[in-house]
């Protein structure tokens, strides 16, 4: 869609970035690049984890893992 201007491209941006968030699940990712004259200008990133996994381990384990990531 062609907007009149950055930030109006970046305030639209939120608005989609907010209906998308609520439709994503565990462990999916979702990105939206503006671009303007064929530069992106913006980039917004989402990213979801499932956590669950390892839970039978104790929470200094699983602090332990999320540190050497």
């Given at each position: 869609m062609e907007l009149p201007d950055a930030e109006t491209a970046w305030a639209e941006?939120?608005?989609?970035?907010?209906?998308?968030?609520?439709?994503?699940q565990p462990?999916?990712?979702?990105?939206?690049?503006?671009?303007?004259?064929?530069?992106?200008?913006?980039?917004?990133?989402?990213?979801t984890a499932d956590l669950r996994i390892g839970r039978d381990r104790?929470?200094?384990e699983m602090m332990k893992r999320s540190k050497a990531l």
């Open positions: 941006a939120l608005r989609l970035v907010r209906d998308v968030e609520g439709a994503l462990g999916e990712s979702w990105s939206l690049d503006v671009v303007e004259d064929g530069t992106t200008i913006f980039r917004i990133n989402l990213a104790g929470p200094a």
